[in-house]
């Protein structure tokens, strides 16, 4: 693709309209046209997980997506997930609660992931979560504090993440998941540092 193009994104709540480079992946066009810096490049192929965001609630490299090809789409960065009062949401809480960050780069990728994870209400096993968070790599390699994050995320229960396009399933909402009775739901529950399981 060549020339310019005229394209709208609905960007963090935010319509956003910039005439770019047709060429440009959504990344790039989030980055060095829209000013969202957020999402990260690190691979660029689609590998390393950096460049999540939500496309209409659901996890999309960056790197590899022209924004031409979602002209129209919402999406979600990880400065997406505050609270409408620009505080940390559960999820985002929890990541830092938990020390989930280390060098940080991986976490705008992991906390989008996460949080398309869970945003449909359901109760995931540490196993499932790390299935789920598989194509985000970390270099930092703490994984152990990243899973422990998104298990206690999804304990707050009713306060699951809210991922535009995406609501929770079930008449319910979102279930209770094991360990939300032990538990007030602000509670801060950092482990060691590294407690890696
Ligand atoms: S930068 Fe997109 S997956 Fe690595
Ligand atoms: S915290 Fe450094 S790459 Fe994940």
């Known amino acids: 693709m060549t020339g310019n193009l005229t394209i709208t994104l609905v960007v ?4 956003v309209t910039r005439t770019a480079g047709a060429h440009l992946t959504l990344l790039r066009w989030l980055r060095e046209v829209a000013d969202v810096t957020d999402p990260k490049y690190g691979c660029g192929e689609g590998i390393c997980g950096a460049c999540t ?6 996890p999309v490299s960056g790197c590899l997506v022209l924004a031409a090809q979602v002209d129209g789409a919402t999406v979600t960065t990880a400065a997406g997930l505050l609270e409408p009062d620009g505080s940390f949401s559960p999820l985002q809480r929890a990541f830092h609660s ?21 945003a ?11 299935a789920g968070l598989h194509g985000n790599l970390c270099r930092c390699t703490g994984y152990g504090p990243i899973v422990d994050a998104v298990e206690a995320a999804q304990r707050e229960r009713g306060r699951a993440p809210r991922v535009p396009g995406r609501t929770p399933r079930g008449p319910g909402g979102p279930q209770r998941c094991p360990g939300a009775e032990d538990q007030p739901p602000d509670a801060s529950e950092a482990p060691a540092r590294g407690a890696s399981k």
Request: aromatic share 2%; charged share 20%; with cysteine.
């Open 12 to 15: 963090n709540g935010r319509s």
């Open 53 to 58: 965001v939500l496309g209409d609630g659901v």
């Open 98 to 118: 938990h020390h989930a960050a280390q060098c940080g780069f991986c976490t705008p990728g992991m906390l989008t992931a996460a949080a398309a994870l869970l």
């Open 120 to 130: 449909d209400g359901r109760c995931r096993s540490r196993a499932e979560i790390r």
